[in-house]
């Protein structure tokens, strides 16, 4: 699925030639280029998990080419960064999406037991300093837990061995699928509606038995989801338009 993998690139420093292109001052730190050998031509895409654009640039282009390509891109490139929604840090107050809901951080430092759920409010403990970590830890575990026994469970209707599951935090994938039976998933589909985490559970699970995209492996996504009444393409749909929106969040 495309939208659950972009190119894999290695970072360059190019900070002293986009110092020369006019108008760029006030947005050049965020502008990350990175060297793509396979690339065969520049490149823009955006990444609102690191609020940056990046540029990829094949090895063979000059740096007088660059400039002139991000001179030419500079109307694209504000709009970009300045419709680039803000940040939500996990802090006392703050609005976070939880299984597709609006949820509100709360600090509770005079109460224990970690962290947990009322209603649509998440109560955190202990020390402000450790609140974001608190947080996110939670938020991790929730998503294992959901995912482990969501994935374990498809895996049992098409009587495909799971080795292992993990979630990470990545940003060019939802989840993947290794060789042995080996599933990872990002922690952030906590944050997404059940019918999107149901969805990427379901692509990687079916990847068990159909290494590609062909049209037995459509068939098989969509044979593990009828029991969930989850369509394909409208989870999908969501993740290609709201996705990259969950990367803004802790």
């Known amino acids: 699925m495309e939208f659950l993998k972009q190119a894999e690139t290695s970072a360059a420093p190019f900070a002293h ?17 990175e060297m793509n050998p396979r690339a065969r031509r520049l490149g823009l895409r955006v990444e609102p998990a690191r609020q940056c654009i990046v540029l990829v640039r094949p090895r063979r282009v000059s740096d007088r080419t660059v400039i002139k390509f991000v001179t030419q891109h500079l109307a694209w490139i ?41 209603e649509n409010t998440i109560l955190v403990t202990g020390r402000p300093e450790h609140m974001a970590r608190r947080t996110a830890d939670w938020l991790k575990r929730e998503a294992k837990e959901s995912l482990s026994a969501l ?30 039976g080996k599933l990872s998933f ?6 997404a509606p059940d019918t999107v985490l149901t969805y990427v559970a ?3 699970v079916a990847h068990l038995r159909h290494a590609n995209h062909g049209a037995a ?34």
Do not use: N
């Open 17 to 33: 030639a986009l110092t020369e292109v006019a108008g760029l001052d006030a947005f050049s730190e965020k502008i990350i280029v």
């Open 78 to 118: 504000r709009k970009h960064l300045g419709a680039m929604p803000e940040r939500v840090p996990f802090e006392h107050g703050a609005v976070i999406p939880y299984r597709g809901t609006d949820h509100v951080l709360r600090h509770a430092p005079e109460q224990k037991g970690g962290v947990w759920r009322e």
């Open 151 to 180: 994935a374990r469970e498809m895996a049992a209707v098409i009587a495909r061995p799971v080795a292992r599951i993990t979630v990470r935090d990545t940003r060019t994938r939802w989840g993947s699928c290794a060789r042995g």
């Open 186 to 191: 990002s922690w952030r589909l906590i944050l």
């Open 202 to 204: 379901a692509h990687e």
């Open 217 to 250: 492996f459509k068939r098989c996504v969509d044979e593990i989801l009828e029991p969930y009444g989850v369509e394909a393409g409208l989870a999908g749909e969501w993740l290609s338009r709201r996705g990259a929106g969950l990367h803004r969040y802790g």
